[in-house]
């Protein structure tokens, strides 16, 4: 495994728990990529003070970048 397979299995982890309507606009094409993509050994724990950012993989925040700039960004964020 690589570190993709652990970002996709972190970013699996993070996507649920959103709540239904933001996860309903990702894709199910994409959600699928990263279901059969993840580490399914690799086990990713939220800490109680939800810092993700002082564990999360690199990768994780690209992959986590990318579905929040093409899904679930408005339009005004957009443009910023």
Not at 29 to 49: A, T, W
């Amino acid at each position: 495994m690589n570190n993709y397979n652990n970002a996709f299995a972190e970013a699996f982890v993070i996507l649920n728990l959103l709540n239904e309507e933001e996860y309903n606009k990702i894709p199910s094409e994409m959600l699928n990529v990263i279901s059969s993509n993840m580490n399914k050994e690799y086990y990713y724990e939220i800490q109680d003070d939800f810092n993700l950012d002082s564990n999360m993989l690199v990768e994780t925040k690209a992959i986590l970048f990318n579905i929040f700039r093409d899904y679930l960004c408005t339009e005004e964020q957009k443009k910023k």
